[in-house]
């Protein structure tokens, strides 16, 4: 009976919080979907499927759905697929969405889904902010209820007073009596107040009046309710627009976002409100208005929200100024600044004493209070002066001051208001001894064609017999009428001047002139300016530019220059009377503006524009740009989108200089396209210019080249060699690659002649092999080649076997063949002969020992329930252990034979199975343990696959073997005469693509390990192209399935393959059908961007699609025609990133000063490399030697998921090279050079291989006091040996160390020191001491101190916690940090792997300099975990740091005391044999058989001997290979005890 599963917490058991805000949020998506067909009930689980999740995204975008959500997900990857569209659609939005996967909400995690529509709230409702939400809602909050001081969204809330004072501020009237309302009705209250929000405001109750009046309200409630008072277009958003409009006099604002970008209505309302804000000329900026409107709020107590920057930039949030003009509305009353409201005019020419001065003060409009005014005048002894004043009765009250003054000397003015000096005052002046009764304001400059005023005061009023003439540069007098003012004290006239130079203005009384009078003012004209030389300049070089100001009269030039908002040095230098010379270096490329501004005006009212270029920054990519192949045309593209603007050249020359026509065609915006088809073989020069100057790395050189000529036979024979012979000659150098079936089969190539070579391989197999030849990465015409293998015509008779070296005679045992249930021990006596090595070779249809070198072991593949067989030849006693996919072991019968013995087994289950072969003495053979795949063809899966197809255009279907086992997909179309291609889209998913030429009937087989599939072969009918037309699904065929839009052929590599930043492409070819196409490209987080371009040619027109991946991943690339997806769309392009592909460790740790790879011949070396960051893709390396040509021995085999060993090996000195590619792409360094130097190691064929022992481990460089230490050595990769290590203190004292194997040659080394100090640690392998040993290790007091080092970069990283304490409890939430503090810049990377796979951390960044990491990971299965941490993508100090996690406090106490691991758990059930042992006696008591239904997993690869003891038992084991680490149990009288198998020892399992 299977376990029940625990059912949820009852909601009184949870926190109440968690199932208010749970309540609200679900209250909160049903509101968004009201317009929908959707509704939820079950937040936790209802959007689990995606389809209301994408809904609601849908929903608070404003949009009608997401595209490519399926409505009816039929299975776990579709809903996966559902919540990853809408999770992308809001990140589209540049919504942070932080540890949230599709996985999260598919497996309904309710803490992460709360998260998820949380982050939704504020992103939707509040709109983009960087501000906290919760301080802007507070701030508007606080500005319109101010009585009642609102500082949380919780406790405030409770008893509904502050709702309904709420409610009224957005509707005067509708709650008028809150201040008197009582609150011990708290609910009452709430649920008043929120059906009149409902009703008459529009709010919708998503909170209920009991959670909101519930002390258990949580923040994020209030703030979800409160949010639709401040939304974009709510109640309280226009009730806040009501009331500051009503505040400004003139003007009107209609939202808080475009309209307060100028500054305008923020200056409006500032001087509403009594601010004093200094006057602007027309050159103030936007910013710098904001800025001083924002000064004159903070002068009257009003604190600002944004900054002047912000406050102007498109992307400010409404919430953050609508707060902030709330400030203004309910202003506590306080004393006006009089600076704010007078202003004082005094002309201080000529004051005698005797003589009546006057002054004016001028009044701001609705500020009357005129009895608070004071003015004071003080004579040089402080005498007060006396003075009246008095008012008109004018809007703008204006009053006319009077004193005559009666000592000569400094005197001083004092105006005041309230007590305050206004500002300016107190204004000093002089008095002394003047003839003259009136005086005038001096007008400096005049602009031609602008009114210039000009002014007469008089000291008593008496303006009779005043006089005014101007007299123009050319000599011309004009007497000027004059105007006398209300109050009869001035005169004035306003002229316009028509000329530019030296005006002189004459001011006469009774005949005779004023002060000052006559005065010369300069008339300018600023639009005459003329700049010269503006066409243009490069980016890093000065640029210059001619002022001509001859006709614009004298006055100062001045030139600002910006680009992208930002001022650029520039300098002014006068080369003439009237001809400036200004010079700036440009600070990027594109469009510069000068503003140039004469005697303080703007010459212009736009200022000029400079477009600066950089060639440097013109990208090219293509093929065209690397090699080309003679009378072929080739592209390459330029992109000159981010040079600025300029002409871009292209100029092609042969070997021999002659020019090579091309095409240079536009693309879209600066990108452009060039073609060229080269005619001459050798290397051609393509040199690209731009605005008239070579970009970089230009001229280019190109090689044409000539594709070799191959004959490759059509047939061949299995195990027998087939040759290929190449043609080189008239051939250009290049790469020549030849592959067989994708790489699988070892191809030797051989050079017979200069130009001549031939490829070898052996077929292995019946059927038919794929023969690829390519030149320069670029298949030769023809290729690919299939060959097929047929069986050799073999003669009546007992077989011949001849193996080397010379056979051994077996004498076989006579009995009948028996049925094997446990490891058989199988004699053979061996002839006289040379003794040698026993190892096994596996064969389609046997297991042979023999003395032939076992390079390479092919996995073998088998039918479930097909009898097979393998044969044993040897010469000692060899036992045989057959293990299945679950551990157990398999029956076989053996026969004998006259060489030895015939083994026959079949298997019961897909997947992997295990062979094993043991010698006499204890040891396997070479070779040993064959895996064997066991597989079903009948399982495979045959999807899309149409009845019909349209000639030339292409078809496809879909092959699913992951119900199948491991195995090879092969699909032939009319046995190989048509071409196909099969893509792996994912592990067990093939998409396959071909297409027809003509009409008639296609046979499709599809084979999995050379076995045809259920229903194959299939067939497809394909005609003349149908006229496009909407097709119905017949009714009568379920399998039929309708094409989207036919005939459209959708071809290149862009649609599979694509390297991350670069350009990638296809093709569309509708072949003449009306419309237009579309293309969408989705990444896992981004969306591309695409271009299509038309192109139009003989056979019609055709599309080219482009695009640039950002991420690496696999692509959604959607492909439409007249908006209805074509036939095969979405295609799953993979995006690789070769770059990333990194050596484990060091570069240089590896290679030699000039960056050569050290390699010994007939000996492996063994790299290691990371590809977790270069995408779903493929390593292959390949290697020669460069005298010989053969090929160097590379073996790529997958260490994990993100890490591949390489194994190669030379065969003879001298130099070579290794290419290292990723899907295709070489990675950085490649090809590594490599030299190789004869070795001495190389005995009877066997390779030994150079000690690689691997060292990891806090404990290698620091340890706490009285805290045990850890560290691993693994020697799995080295010679044979045994590890040694001594720790010795500063006394030369050795401590005691503990050392456990974990596996085979892994080992386990703990110790514990007693004190703080620096302690020496000896580690050996064989007695010979490893790199870097002895250890420095640092002993320090204090808790979980795992790293210090005080060196650069990664080894400055600190890690603490008791999360990397080597073992902790599985209940314990692990939580350690890591101190960036003194690593300088750089990223952090923290992974995370537990007993099944990566385990979710969180992180978030403490301290004041958010330099220390916190991460939390909670251990649900016990076991070895283990922590990575890199640091710019290296490893700190110690990592990778393993945590055992334990389930009882008993086993974790063992562990620290002894450092032993007793227990982990178990293995997951499955069905086995109903017991595992044949019932010895322990103890005096059997062992109990187990049930079918509950299962035992034991292997049968162990040997199991017993003890018996008086007080435990002792079970001796060594796990097969394939199972280390797996746990296994054993059953006794008292149920079953669960043991770890590590490695082989002996485990001690006691009585109860």
Known sequence: MAEEEPLPSPPLLQDKWVTIQKNTFTNFVNQQLRETEHQIEELYTELSDGVKLCALVAALQGKPGIRGMKPNPKNRHQMIENVTLALQAAKHDKLKIVNIGAEDIVNGNGKLILGLIWSYILRYQLGKTEIPPKQLMLAWINAVIPECNITNFTTNWNNGRALHALIDYCEPGLSPNWRKMSTSDKQGNCETAMRLAQERLGVPIVVSPQHMASSDLDQNSGMTYLSYFMKLNSCGYKATLRDVNQLL????????????????????????????????????????????????????????????????????????????????????????????????????????????????????????????????????????????????????????????????????????????????????????????????????????????????????????????????????????????????????????????????????????????????MNVIKPQAVKLCNLEGGLIGQPFSFTVDTSEAGKAELQCLITFSGQAVPSTIERTGEDTYHVKFTPSGPGTHLIRPMYGGKDVRAEPYKVEITDSNLVLTDGPGLKQAKINESTTFWVDASQAGPGQLNVHIKDAGGVPVPSTLRELQDKRFEVKYSPAVIGPHS??????????????????????????????????????????????????????????????????????????????????????????????????????????????????????????????????????????????????????????????????????????????????????????????????????????????????????????????????????????????????????????????????????????????????????????????????????????????????????????????????????????????????????????????????????????????????????????????????????????????????????????DSAEGRRYEVTYVPVETGIYNTYVMWNGRDIEGSPYHPRVVDSKMVKLDGDWYSHVDEEGILSLQASQNKRLLFDVSRAGPGELKVTGRHLTSGSPLQCTVSEKDVYHYWVDIVASEPGDASIDVEWSGFPIPKSPIRAAVVASARATNGYVARPPQVVLSGFGLESAVVNKVAEFYIDGSQADKGSPGVILTNSRLQNLQTNMVAVGESEYRCSYTVPESGIYMLHVSWSGNDLQGSPFSVTALDGNSTVSSRTSDGPDKITVRGDGVLPGILATYNGTFYVDTEDAGKGDCEVKVQGPKGDVQIVSSLQGDRKRLLQCQYNPTEIGLYVIRIRWSGQDVAGSPIRVHIFDTYEELERFNNTGEISMYMPVEDAPFQSSIFPQPAVNGKKSKSVPHNRGVRMSAAMSRSYTAGAKANQLSFTPHRGYDRKSYYIVKENGPEFISAPAQRSVFIADK
């Open 686 to 1095: 393509i040199d690209v210019e731009f605005d008239g100057k070579r970009i970089k790395h230009s001229p280019f050189t190109v090689n044409v080249y000539k594709d070799p000529k191959a004959e490759v036979p059509r047939e061949g024979v299995v195990n027998q060699p087939l040759v290929i012979l190449l043609d080189t000659a008239n051939t250009e150098k290049g790469d020549l690659s030849i592959t067989i079936n994708e790489g699988r089969v070892p191809v030797t190539t051989k050079k017979l002649s200069k130009s001549s070579y031939s490829a070898e391989f052996i077929p292995s197999d019946l059927g038919q092999y794929k023969v690829e030849l390519e030149f320069n990465n670029s298949p030769i015409q023809g290729s690919p080649w299939y060959v097929n293998i047929t069986a050799p015509v073999v003669k009546t008779g007992p077989p011949v076997l001849t193996p080397t070296p010379p056979p051994v005679v077996v004498e076989p045992p006579t009995p009948p063949p028996v049925v094997v249930e446990a490891p058989l021990p199988l004699p053979v006596q061996p002839a006289p002969a040379p003794s040698t090595d026993i190892y096994a070779v596996v064969k389609p249809k046997s297991v042979r020992a023999s003395a032939a070198k076992p390079d390479a072991v092919p996995t073998q593949y088998a039918r479930v329930g097909e009898t097979r067989s393998f044969d044993i030849i040897g010469k000692e006693n060899v036992t045989v252990k057959i293990i299945d996919v679950f551990g157990s072991n398999v029956p076989f019968t053996s026969t004998p034979t006259p060489k030895g013995f015939a083994v026959n087994y079949k298997f019961k289950y897909i997947g992997d199975n295990w062979i094993h072969l043991i010698g006499e003495n204890g040891r396997p053979l070479k070779g040993s343990p064959f895996l064997v795949c066991a597989f079903d063809p009948g399982l495979v899966v045959v999807s899309d696959l149409q009845s019909h197809g349209v000639i030339n255009t292409p078809s496809h279907f879909k092959v699913n073997t992951l119900k199948a086992g491991r195995g090879e997909v092969t699909v032939l179309v009319d046995k190989g005469a048509t071409n196909c291609e099969v893509y792996s889209q994912s592990k067990g998913d093939y998409n396959v693509t071909y297409t027809s030429t003509s009409n008639g009937v296609r046979n499709i087989d599809v084979l999995f390990n050379n076995l045809p599939v259920p229903g194959s072969p299939f067939q497809t009918d394909f005609g003349s192209p149908p006229v496009p037309a909407t097709l119905q699904r017949p009714e009568t065929s379920a399998n039929y399935i309708t094409p989207a839009i036919s005939p459209i052929s959708v071809t290149g590599s862009g649609l599979h393959i694509a390297e991350e930043s670069k350009r990638a492409s296809f093709l569309i070819n509708p072949f003449g059908q009306a419309g237009q196409p579309s293309v969408r490209i989705e990444g896992p987080h981004s969306i591309a961007k695409t271009n299509i371009q038309p192109i």
């Open 249 to 520: 006099p003139s003007s009107h604002v209609t939202n808080f976002t475009s309209d307060w970008r100028d500054g305008t209505a923020l200056t409006d309302l500032v001087q509403a409100v009594g601010g004093h804000i200094p006057n602007q000329s027309p050159s103030t900026g936007v910013i710098e208005s904001t800025q001083l409107a924002i000064q004159g709020a903070r002068d009257l107590g009003i604190e600002p929200i944004l900054s002047a920057e912000d406050m102007v930039q498109p992307q400010a949030g409404h919430l953050a100024v609508m707060a902030y003009a709330a400030r203004f509305i309910n202003r506590p009353a306080m004393k006006l600044s009089a600076a704010s409201y007078i202003e004082v005019l005094f002309n201080t020419v000529d004051i005698s004493p005797g003589s009546k001065t006057h002054y004016s003060l001028l009044m701001k409009q609705g500020n009357p209070r005129l009895h608070s005014i004071n003015v004071k005048v003080a004579d040089p002894n402080g005498n007060n002066v006396p003075t009246t004043v008095e008012w008109d009765d004018q809007p703008e009250a204006t009053g006319l001051g009077t004193f005559i003054p009666t000592v000569v000397g400094e005197h001083q003015l004092k105006v005041t208001c309230d007590g305050e000096m206004i500002r300016g005052s107190p204004i000093k002046f002089n008095v002394g001894r003047s003839k003259k009764a009136i005086s005038f304001v001096r007008r400096e400059q005049g602009i031609v064609g602008d009114n210039t005023k000009l002014e007469v005061l008089s000291e008593d009023g008496n303006v009779a017999d005043v006089h005014m003439t101007y007299t123009s540069p050319s000599g011309l007098s004009k007497e000027i009428a004059l105007s006398r003012s209300s109050s009869g004290r001035s005169l004035s006239h306003s002229f316009v001047p028509d000329v530019v130079g030296e005006w002189k203005v004459s001011v006469l009384q009774n005949g005779e002139h004023a002060s000052g009078s006559p005065y010369t």
